[in-house]
């Protein structure tokens, strides 16, 4: 593997060769100064500034981007190792001079013929006084939509790198919104399968339906302590105007964490249903056995009786023997049937 395109000319001085662009970098500066696609010679020099606003999203898939991380940003070893891991706990922690917060972005996976399937993909952004640096593996449908957003409203960025990151996590976590769509429309056919036409496969869809709801709310708890943290603990690079907004955005976690529960339960009523119908059916099904056997019983024992290798049998010799013991085992039977009714036994 060759080596990241970056050498050192002085000490701590990086100079990065144009190889390693970042995929997208946005600076705002005074008034209507402004740099997109920024030249990687200029990455340096946009840093130092301090009257702009700078915003750097990297692919770590991409070494030489990665890179980035260490020899420009300097940022934490530890937390340049948690953009690489793709076991990292969401979280969020303070290091000297900036935030760095982890965020999970959930879509239905499309790669694969299961419907419930969930693809996963890990958010890292690293938000300092004049920059936000995001860091992701391949392409995150959060960070396009704001990319177009701020194409379409350079003025954006001047409002400041903190509700920059606010409309990130909020792209994040509404995306969990058609997936709640999705599952009640699950839920609903679920139901249509239990209560109106019974279907026995249905069993195994509740549980992948389940499951589905319990993975939202594993990836999904974590973020509600990220967001709380956003919302109210007082930091520098967070203004009291902007928290109102994550409050928002959490306001909607306890939203959709409220109706994942509401979503759980109704799936546990519908799998007890299930399981109810299938109690009742077999109740059914062992009930008209039970009448056959108790209709038959007088059969099997009459015709076993008078099926003996004995010489005289009663009504062997008579015409109408076959006749008389049909009529005495139907009504044996009969009787026998009547009975078990009265006594509320069948």
């Known amino acids: 593997m060759a080596a990241p395109a970056i050498t050192m000319t002085a000490p701590d001085v990086p100079v990065i060769d144009h190889h390693v662009s970042p995929t997208i970098s946005v600076w705002q500066g005074p008034g209507d100064e402004r740099v997109v696609d920024c030249h990687p010679r200029d990455l340096s020099a946009l840093l130092a500034r301090a009257d702009g606003a700078l915003w750097v999203h990297i692919d770590s898939a991409v070494p030489a981007q990665h890179a980035l991380l260490e020899h420009l940003f300097r940022f934490h070893p530890l937390a340049i190792e948690d953009t690489l891991n793709p076991s990292t706990r969401v979280k969020i922690e303070e290091y000297e001079g900036y935030l760095f917060l982890v965020v999970r972005a959930v879509t239905f996976c499309d790669s694969t013929t299961d419907p419930y399937d969930l693809d996963t993909q890990d958010l890292f952004a690293f938000l300092g006084p004049h920059h936000l640096v995001t860091v992701a593996a391949g392409t995150v449908p959060a960070v396009t939509v704001v990319a177009d957003r701020l194409a379409r409203s350079p003025e954006m960025l001047s409002r400041g790198l903190d509700r920059l990151l606010h409309s990130l996590l909020d792209e994040t976590i ?85 109706s994942l529960d509401t979503y759980r339960d109704l799936l546990s009523s519908t799998m007890e249903s299930y399981l109810t119908q299938v109690s009742n059916r077999l109740g059914a099904t062992t009930k008209a056995l039970s009448v056959l056997a108790t209709m038959s019983l007088p059969f099997v024992v009459i015709s076993g009786m008078w099926g003996m290798n004995f010489i005289k049998i009663p009504l062997s010799n008579s015409p109408y023997g076959f006749w008389i013991m049909l009529v005495l085992q139907l009504g044996i039977g009969l009787a026998l049937l009547f009975l078990l009714r009265r006594r509320r036994i069948l």
């Open 174 to 258: 509404d995306a969990y919104f058609p997936i709640l769509n999705q599952i009640d429309e699950f839920v609903d056919g679920l139901e249509e399968r239990v209560f109106v036409a019974f279907d026995d496969t249905a069993l195994r869809d509740i549980f992948q339906v389940k499951r589905l709801v319990l993975s939202l709310r594993r990836h999904l708890s974590p973020q509600r302590e990220v967001l709380a943290t956003l919302a109210n603990r007082p930091t520098p690079l967070l203004s009291t105007a902007t928290q109102l907004y994550f409050r928002d955005i959490y306001d909607h976690v306890l939203r959709i964490n409220e």
